[in-house]
């Protein structure tokens, strides 16, 4: 099945620095997505990306679609405490057979003030 | 108004027991999932129905039996418990199969002792 590899596993920053992690890919997805997991709650979409070469912010966040569709990263600029939690990225392969999500392993992020 | 709510949200029992975790989506969403959270967060889909018709049934032991009543509610019932079923077991929807973004319940929390 295809694979994603996430990175890093685990950041430990100080509030007010910048964040980068990102996803690569075995085989080209038509769509990369962005989740965070905060504690206790299930994943919510941050991010979504339809087009190899796109960049789109959300607030702090800002994503992009590798042009050869094969990875995408995640930045977060002047992070805050309320930051902290899982970050997972997901391709999306869309097929006449049909789709499903792929999963990245998480980044966990802690953020300290 | 829970968009997508899962009971019970913490379940403990034995090894050997037969328990069942229920799923609830009031978004008019034509699909549902469940997916397994291991120790080390990796999110992993089991399965899919798509109006009651089960779409994705990855690799999954055939103790796992998902039953959808109606396009709104998706159970996961689980015969014979071992150890390595413990895990957080995530229920989402989306609006139609291959619907890119997946609204994720809260969680149920397995433990198998």
């Known amino acids: 099945g295809q694979q994603l590899n996430q990175s890093p596993q685990s950041m430990f920053i100080q509030e007010g620095e910048d964040v980068s992690m990102n996803c690569t890919s075995s085989?080209?997805?038509?769509?990369w997505l962005w989740y965070k997991q905060d504690p206790g709650e299930g994943p919510v979409l941050l991010i979504a990306?339809?087009?190899?070469?796109e960049l789109t912010s959300n607030g702090r966040l800002t994503a992009q679609f590798g042009i050869t569709r094969k990875d995408s990263f995640l930045n977060i600029s002047a992070s805050i405490p309320s930051d902290v939690g899982i970050y997972f990225c997901?391709?999306?392969?869309?097929?006449?057979?049909?789709?499903?999500?792929?999963f990245g392993e998480g980044t966990q992020l802690t953020v300290n003030p | 108004d829970t968009a997508v709510s899962q009971t019970p949200k913490y379940l403990v029992t034995q090894m050997g027991n037969d328990k069942s975790i229920k799923c609830e989506q009031n978004?008019?969403?034509?699909?549902m999932y469940w997916y397994k959270q291991d120790s080390k967060k990796f999110l992993k889909i089991m399965f899919s129905y798509n109006n009651k018709e089960l779409i994705i049934n990855e690799t999954v032991p055939n103790r796992f039996s998902p039953k959808s009543p109606d396009k709104a509610h998706l159970n996961l019932h689980i015969n014979s418990l071992e150890l390595g079923d413990s895990a957080v077991y995530f229920c989402a929807s989306s609006h139609f199969f291959g619907g890119r973004r997946l609204f994720f319940g809260e969680g149920s929390r397995l433990t198998v002792l």
């Open positions: 990306l339809y087009k190899a070469g």
């Open positions: 085989s080209i997805f038509n769509t």
């Open positions: 978004l008019g969403h034509d699909t």
């Open positions: 997901a391709g999306q392969l869309v097929e006449t057979s049909g789709s499903r999500l792929t």
